[in-house]
C-alpha cells in the first residue's frame, strides 16, 4: 500500500524534529495481537517446535533394536558432526601428587593431560575393602562451588568408595584448579562463575567450529582412559554419573561412548520443548548448534546408549523442568520396552529441588549396585568427613595455569585456528553457510500513523517477523537516493543523523532490526550481569540451535527494507545504501555482500572482525552477530571485500570489549 508522504519541509527546521525523538521509540507496542518484545522469542521458539515435532514423530516409528541402532548411528554421526570431532588420542602423561588415607577409602591427588599440556587436576577415590578389579564410577562434576571438594560430591565418592568402588572426580573447565580466565592479582576467575567462563570461551571456540562441549567431553573421554588404566578397576563394570552440569556430562559420555555399562544423570534430562517454555537455553557448554535443526532432543542422549541401564534422577522442584523430564521418560520408555529392554530404563523422581540430595544418591546405590554388582544395596549412607577444597588439590598452587604455565582453551583455540586459511570462501558458499534467503515480493506493510513528521509502520520482513520503521522523506520532485539506517540501539538513536540525511536530500528509512529497538526481548533490559557479558544470548542461542544465525537472520531484515524502498517511485533503484550501527552493523555487512542491489553500506562502531573475539580473553556483547564455524573459512574482512567494488565505509571499528580499536600513530 503506498505511504502518506511526509514532507521534511525547510520551514519546519531540524529542531521540531528534534524535539519529537523521544516520542519516536515503544509506540508500536502490539501488531497483530504481538507484543513486539516478546516477537523475536515466540518466533524462534515456534521455529524450534516444529523441528521438535517432526523429530518426535520420527523417533515415534522406533520399534525395534535395528531401529534403536540406527538411530544411535545417526545421533553420533550428527553430535559428533557438530562438536567439530575430537582430537587424537595423546599420552595422558598422568602423575599421583599426593594421597590422603582415610578410614575405609585413599585419596589419590591426581594430574593428566587430555590433550598436550592440556592439564586436567583429579581425585581418585579408592576402596580398601573387597577384591580386585573392582566395579568403578566416574563422576562429572556440577557447577557448584568448590568443585570436587563440594560436599555432595563427596558423600557419593565417598559411599561408592567404602562399597568397594573406584571412583574418579575431575576439575572440569573454569572450576576448581582450572580455572581458565585466571586473576593473577585477585587469585581467582576474573568471571566469577564457571558458567560465565564457559559462555566466553564457547564463542571463541564456537567460531572455530568447536563448541566448547568438545573441550569438556573430550576431558571426560581421556578421564574414562586413565581410569581404565588403572588395574584396581574392572573395565567391564564401569558406570557414570553426575549432577547438574554432571548430569549433562553424563548423558554426553554415556551417548558417545560404549565403555561405559550403566548411566544416571541427575537432574538435566527434560526436554528441549519444556527448556523453551521455561529457562531456555543455559550456557554454552550445554548447548550445541544445530541441535534442533538436527533433529535431536535430550531423549537422544539415552536412545544413544541403549540398551544399556540407564537411570534418570529427577527433581520434582528442579529448574529443569520435571514434566520435560517426564515426557522424555515416557518417549524413551516406550522404545526400551518394544526393543525388549524395558527392565533397564527407569526414572527417580524426589519432591525436591536442584542437587544431588540424598534421596536421588541413595536411587543411584541401588541402581548401580544393581547392574554393576548384580544385586541392591539398599544401605544407607553413612557419615562422611568433608574435606577442603586445598586438602584435595592435585597442584601446590591451586592452579593449573600458574603451576605449568599450561594450556587453556584460549591459547589451544588460537592453535586450532592456525590451522585454517579463511579468506578462500566464496560469496555463494558463505551465504549459503549462514542460510541468507530473504522473502521475495512486496512485503506487507502495516500504517500507524505520523508521530509529528515522521510516517510510521511496519513491514513483514518474513511470517512471525513484523518490524517497526520510520520514513522521513526530503522536499522535491524526481527519483532521490535512499538509505536503510539500521542502528543497534533502535530507530530513536538514529533519530538525529536520520533527520540530517533527509535534510541533505536521501530518502531514509529507519528500522529496528529484530531482537533491536522497540523489538528488543523486555529481559534483555535487567540489570543482570548476563545480557551485560551475552546480550541477547538466548535468542542468539536458539536461532543457532535451529539452524540460522541470528545475524544472517537480521541482514535478511535489511534486504527486505531495501524491498519497501524499491517499491517507492521515488527512490533511485542505482542509489540504495544501508547505514549500520553498532549491534546492527555487522547484519548491514552482511546485508551488502549478499544483496547487490545496495550500493554503498557505512559501518559504525563494528566489531573489527571474528578473528578479534578469539584474540581477545574477554569480549563483551558478541554472541547476536556469531556465525559458528565462521573463521574455517571466512571473515568480516572477507564480507567487505564481497562487496567491492562498491564502496563501504568504517567507522570507529570497536574491539571485542566495545572499546575502540586503536589506529597506529602516523
Given at each position: 500500500m503506498p505511504f502518506r508522504a511526509v514532507l521534511v519541509a525547510a520551514g519546519l527546521g531540524l529542531c521540531a524534529f528534534a524535539q519529537q525523538a523521544s516520542d519516536l521509540d515503544f509506540l508500536t507496542s502490539h501488531v497483530d495481537g504481538r507484543e513486539l518484545t516478546r516477537m523475536l522469542p515466540q518466533y524462534l521458539k515456534a521455529k524450534a517446535e516444529g523441528q521438535i515435532s517432526r523429530r518426535r514423530a520420527e523417533t515415534a516409528r522406533i520399534s525395534t533394536l535395528a531401529q534403536l541402532a540406527e538411530r544411535r548411528r545417526l545421533f553420533r554421526e550428527r553430535f559428533t558432526?557438530?562438536?567439530?570431532?575430537?582430537?587424537?588420542?595423546?599420552?595422558?602423561?598422568?602423575?599421583?601428587?599426593?594421597?590422603?588415607?582415610?578410614?575405609?577409602?585413599?585419596?589419590?591427588?591426581?594430574?593428566?593431560?587430555?590433550?598436550?599440556?592440556?592439564?586436567?587436576?583429579?581425585?581418585?577415590?579408592?576402596?580398601?575393602?573387597?577384591?580386585?578389579?573392582?566395579?568403578?564410577?566416574?563422576?562429572p562434576l556440577g557447577h557448584e562451588a568448590g568443585?570436587?571438594?563440594?560436599?555432595?560430591?563427596?558423600?557419593?565418592?565417598?559411599?561408592?568408595?567404602?562399597?568397594?568402588?573406584?571412583?574418579?572426580?575431575?576439575?572440569t573447565l573454569g572450576?576448581?584448579?582450572?580455572?581458565?580466565?585466571?586473576?593473577?592479582?585477585?587469585?581467582?576467575?576474573?568471571?566469577?562463575?564457571?558458567?560465565?567462563?564457559?559462555?566466553?570461551?564457547?564463542?571463541?571456540?564456537?567460531?572455530?567450529?568447536?563448541?566448547?562441549?568438545?573441550?569438556?567431553?573430550?576431558?571426560?573421554?581421556?578421564?574414562?582412559?586413565?581410569?581404565?588404566?588403572?588395574?584396581?578397576?574392572?573395565?567391564?563394570?564401569?558406570?557414570?554419573?553426575?549432577?547438574?552440569?554432571?548430569?549433562?556430562?553424563?548423558?554426553?559420555?554415556a551417548s558417545l561412548d560404549d565403555r561405559f555399562a550403566a548411566a544416571a544423570p541427575s537432574c538435566y534430562i527434560t526436554s528441549w520443548q519444556r527448556l523453551l517454555d521455561t529457562i531456555g537455553p543455559q550456557d554454552a557448554e550445554q548447548c550445541i548448534p544445530p541441535f534442533l535443526a538436527d533433529g535431536l532432543d535430550h531423549a537422544d542422549f539415552i536412545l544413544a546408549a541403549a540398551p544399556k541401564p540407564y537411570l534418570m534422577l529427577t527433581?520434582?522442584?528442579?529448574?529443569?523442568?520435571?514434566?520435560?523430564?517426564?515426557?522424555?521418560?515416557?518417549?524413551?520408555?516406550?522404545?526400551?520396552d518394544s526393543a525388549g529392554y524395558g527392565d533397564r530404563f527407569g526414572k527417580f523422581e524426589a519432591d525436591d529441588g536442584h542437587g544431588y540430595t540424598s534421596p536421588r544418591r541413595l536411587a543411584a546405590y541401588r541402581f548401580f549396585s544393581k547392574w554393576l554388582e548384580g544385586s541392591e544395596n539398599t544401605s544407607p549412607e553413612g557419615e562422611v568427613r568433608v574435606l577442603g577444597e586445598r586438602e584435595l588439590w592435585a597442584t601446590?598452587?591451586?592452579?593449573?595455569?600458574?603451576?605449568?604455565?599450561?594450556?587453556?582453551?584460549?591459547?589451544?583455540?588460537?592453535?586450532?585456528?592456525?590451522?585454517?586459511?579463511?579468506?578462500?570462501?566464496?560469496?555463494?558458499?558463505?551465504?549459503?553457510?549462514?542460510?541468507?534467503?530473504?522473502?521475495?515480493?512486496?512485503?506487507?506493510i502495516r500504517a500507524f500513523g505520523a508521530a509529528g513528521a515522521v510516517e510510521r509502520f511496519t513491514y513483514e520482513a518474513e511470517p512471525g517477523i513484523d518490524l517497526p520503521a520510520l520514513l522521513y522523506l526530503p522536499p522535491g520532485e524526481g527519483r532521490k537516493p535512499a538509505v536503510v539506517f539500521a542502528d543497534g540501539r533502535g530507530k530513536a538513536a538514529a533519530h538525529p543523523e536520520a533527520l540530517k540525511l533527509a535534510a541533505g536530500g536521501a530518502i531514509?528509512?529507519?528500522?529496528?532490526?529484530?531482537?533491536?529497538?522497540?523489538?528488543?526481548?523486555?529481559?534483555?533490559?535487567?540489570?543482570?550481569?548476563?545480557?551485560?557479558?551475552?546480550?541477547?544470548?538466548?535468542?542468539?542461542?536458539?536461532?543457532?540451535?535451529?539452524?540460522?544465525?541470528?545475524?544472517?537472520?537480521?541482514?535478511?531484515?535489511?534486504?527486505?527494507?531495501?524491498?519497501?524502498?524499491?517499491?517507492?517511485?521515488?527512490?533511485?533503484?542505482?542509489?540504495?545504501?544501508?547505514r549500520g550501527r553498532e549491534l546492527a552493523a555487522v547484519p548491514a555487512l552482511y546485508a551488502a555482500a549478499f544483496d547487490t542491489r545496495i550500493s554503498s553500506v557505512r559501518l559504525e562502531r563494528m566489531i573489527e572482525s571474528y578473528a578479534s573475539i578469539t584474540r581477545h580473553r574477554i569480549h563483551r556483547n558478541q554472541w547476536e552477530n556469531a556465525v559458528p564455524g565462521a573463521l574455517r573459512h571466512f571473515d568480516l574482512p572477507d564480507l567487505v571485500r564481497f562487496v567491492s567494488p562498491r564502496k563501504v565505509e568504517v567507522v570507529d571499528p570497536l574491539n571485542p570489549l566495545g572499546f575502540p580499536v586503536l589506529q597506529p600513530s602516523r
Open positions: 558432526r557438530a562438536l567439530g570431532g575430537f582430537p587424537d588420542r595423546t599420552p595422558l602423561n598422568p602423575r599421583v601428587t599426593g594421597a590422603i588415607d582415610m578410614p575405609g577409602y585413599r585419596i589419590e591427588k591426581v594430574i593428566f593431560e587430555s590433550r598436550p599440556g592440556f592439564h586436567v587436576t583429579a581425585n581418585l577415590y579408592l576402596p580398601k575393602s573387597g577384591r580386585a578389579p573392582h566395579p568403578a564410577i566416574l563422576f568443585a570436587k571438594a563440594h560436599d555432595a560430591w563427596q558423600h557419593v565418592l565417598v559411599t561408592f568408595a567404602r562399597r568397594g568402588y573406584v571412583c574418579l572426580a575431575w576439575d572450576q576448581g584448579e582450572r580455572i581458565q580466565v585466571w586473576d593473577e592479582d585477585f587469585q581467582e576467575s576474573k568471571l566469577v562463575r564457571s558458567t560465565t567462563e564457559h559462555t566466553i570461551l564457547g564463542l571463541q571456540t564456537l567460531l572455530a567450529g568447536d563448541p566448547l562441549a568438545q573441550y569438556t567431553i573430550w576431558d571426560g573421554i581421556r578421564a574414562l582412559d586413565y581410569l581404565l588404566s588403572r588395574p584396581e578397576v574392572d573395565p567391564k563394570r564401569v558406570g557414570v554419573t553426575g549432577n547438574s552440569g554432571g548430569g549433562t556430562h553424563t548423558a554426553y559420555l527433581a520434582i522442584r528442579d529448574f529443569f523442568s520435571i514434566e520435560g523430564a517426564r515426557a522424555t521418560a515416557a518417549e524413551v520408555s516406550r522404545i526400551y601446590r598452587s591451586g592452579q593449573v595455569v600458574t603451576e605449568f604455565q599450561a594450556e587453556t582453551v584460549f591459547t589451544l583455540n588460537q592453535k586450532r585456528l592456525a590451522r585454517f586459511k579463511p579468506g578462500g570462501a566464496t560469496l555463494d558458499s558463505v551465504k549459503s553457510m549462514v542460510g541468507f534467503a530473504p522473502r521475495s515480493g512486496p512485503p506487507r531514509v528509512l529507519s528500522v529496528d532490526l529484530r531482537g533491536l529497538g522497540e523489538t528488543r526481548p523486555a529481559s534483555l533490559r535487567s540489570g543482570s550481569d548476563w545480557p551485560r557479558y551475552f546480550g541477547d544470548y538466548e535468542s542468539a542461542m536458539t536461532a543457532m540451535l535451529t539452524g540460522k544465525p541470528l545475524v544472517a537472520m537480521r541482514a535478511e531484515d535489511i534486504s527486505r527494507a531495501v524491498d519497501v524502498l524499491l517499491a517507492r517511485p521515488d527512490v533511485d533503484p542505482s542509489r540504495v545504501s544501508v
